[in-house]
């Protein structure tokens, strides 16, 4: 896996060192004066996707999601009929290389073009711009570095590859997540130094649990006599797989969902302290609690039909769904 790595966040240190270079010469702000096209393009790709996905999904002898193969045509096409649709005789798995790569690789390059497209039309770039691109930037990085820790997510292990992981991957996450990016081209404004402490404290407090709970839990589905995770308590259960109940997954049944949610609210600060009465740069986490809050109940939905009584066992011990002592 550490080849496998390297050259992946290989390929994208290239692009992004490429951009960063041609910026110089070519005009990245391009990604800002054509971005309706550009999500045009983005939503017409994603759904051809999700239709030869949805048609190669009928074939004999696939792995069919639980959740995605309901009968129902167009629950079965948003969710997704196949669980890991493959390419190149089983070696290119489509459904992880959408979640990991065009998107978050896209994603980070719109962010470098409503960076650059700010220095074109204010002649410099704020401190809120730069702390937008690098925190995000950090969170692409850390997911390419952290590859490994999405086989154990639920995306991969349970719900299918249709059109809303397609739409979702290659549309809503470099088209949306660039939002506060974009708000600062139109909106440019300077954090004092109080702000800029405040931000970088929620954005570590953040990252430390979403990274601190993730990791656990992966380290533990890889191998839970890794010593860096033997000494958790855990529940034994009647399907083979035991369940954490301490550390971080004693906190709260989804604690990583939380770290994620804050900070989503850091990457939100920077637009959003200047200008108190704007919505708009808080679109990304106020759509992102929703859609964490839905995740939670989902998962808790598969959870309860993969353990059966093991799993109330488990939301006794671990009573909080995803913020400890509130919700
Ligand atoms: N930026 C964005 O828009 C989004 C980000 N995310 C982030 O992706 C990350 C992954 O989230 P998600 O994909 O929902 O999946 P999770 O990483 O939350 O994994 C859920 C699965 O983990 C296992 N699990 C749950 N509790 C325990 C436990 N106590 N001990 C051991 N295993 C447990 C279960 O599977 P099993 O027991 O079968 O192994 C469960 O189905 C999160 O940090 C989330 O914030 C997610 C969605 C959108
Ligand atoms: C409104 C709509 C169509 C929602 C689709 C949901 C998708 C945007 C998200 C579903 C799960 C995701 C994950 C990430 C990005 C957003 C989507 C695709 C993720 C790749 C972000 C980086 C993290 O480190 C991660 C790898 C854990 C994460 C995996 C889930």
């Not at 239709?51 to 069919?64: A, D, E, R, T, V």
């Not at 820790?149 to 719900?159: G, K, P, V």
Request: glycine share 8%; proline share 4%; hydrophobic share 45%.
């Amino acid at each position: 896996m550490w080849w496998c790595r390297d050259s992946e966040l290989m390929a994208f240190c290239c692009q992004m060192g490429n951009a960063s270079c041609t910026n110089l010469t070519l005009d990245l702000g391009w990604l800002y004066d054509q971005f309706a096209p550009l999500l045009t393009a983005a939503i017409i790709f994603s759904t051809a996707l999700s239709l030869y996905l949805y048609s190669s999904s009928f074939l004999k002898g696939l792995l069919l999601s639980s959740h995605g193969n309901t009968g129902y045509p167009a629950y079965d096409f948003w969710m997704g009929r196949e669980l890991n649709p493959r390419l190149l005789g089983g070696r290119f798995d489509l459904k992880e290389f959408c979640e990991l790569y065009p998107g978050m690789i896209g994603w980070a390059l719109i962010n470098l073009g409503m960076a650059h497209k700010q220095l074109a039309v204010h002649g410099s770039i704020s401190n809120s711009m730069m702390l937008v691109n690098a925190f995000q930037l950090y969170y692409i990085v850390d997911a390419l570095w952290c590859e490994r820790a999405i086989l154990t997510t639920m995306d991969i292990t349970t719900d299918g590859f249709g059109f809303m992981l397609a739409f979702g991957d290659l549309a809503w996450v470099p088209f949306t997540f660039t939002s506060a990016a974009r708000y600062l081209v139109d909106h440019p404004q300077n954090l004092s130094p109080a702000g800029l402490v405040l931000v970088l404290a929620v954005k570590a407090l953040g990252y430390y649990i979403f990274r601190g709970a993730n990791s656990q839990k992966d380290m533990f589905r890889s191998n839970p006599n890794d010593p860096r995770v033997a000494h958790l308590r855990t529940l034994k259960t009647e399907r083979g797989t035991s369940l954490i109940v301490s550390g971080w997954w004693g906190t709260a049944r989804h604690i990583n969902y939380f770290g994620d949610w804050i900070m989503g609210v850091a990457w939100c600060m920077p637009a959003g302290l200047a200008g108190l009465s704007a919505v708009v740069p808080y679109f990304y986490c106020i759509y992102f609690a929703s859609l964490l809050i839905h995740r939670e109940r989902r998962d808790e939905y598969a959870c309860r039909l993969k353990y059966g009584k093991d799993w109330d066992k488990y939301c006794a011990l671990v009573r909080y769904r995803i913020v400890p002592y509130i919700y």
